[in-house]
């Protein structure tokens, strides 16, 4: 069973940085896309990020130019650099093999992310 930790989470002002990782045991990691998702008190869980195994990337537009996800296959781990935040990048941030419908991975504790004004 894969277990899936995240790490780097915190309280940043407006404009700060932090690096989000998300560490996933098993010898499976290295085959699936993996995404960063988020998810603020009262939203719905959205994927901001998604990486191929062969490390091509995907954005959702709120983050394009400001977020950029990348991968260790050695290491089974995944980044996220976050840039430029904004008090609306407020949430707690998980990773998971990027799905459609069912999680792949049982969900890990998440990192929460505070960014203020």
């Known amino acids: 069973q894969v277990q899936l930790v995240e790490s780097g989470g915190g309280l940043v002002q407006a404009g700060g940085s932090l690096r989000l990782s998300c560490a996933a045991s098993?010898?499976?990691?290295?085959?699936?896309?993996m995404a960063w998702y988020r998810q603020a008190p009262g939203n719905k869980r959205e994927r901001v990020a998604s990486i191929t195994s062969s490390g091509s990337t995907n954005y959702v537009d709120s983050v394009k130019g400001r977020f950029t996800i990348s991968r260790d296959n050695a290491k089974n781990t995944v980044y996220l650099q976050m840039n430029s935040l904004k008090p609306e990048d407020t949430a707690v941030y998980s990773c998971?093999?990027?799905?459609?419908?069912?999680?792949?991975?049982?969900w890990g504790q998440g990192t929460q992310v505070t960014v203020s004004s």
């Open positions: 998971n093999a990027m799905y459609t419908v069912i999680p792949i991975f049982p």
């Open positions: 098993g010898s499976v990691f290295s085959t699936k896309t």
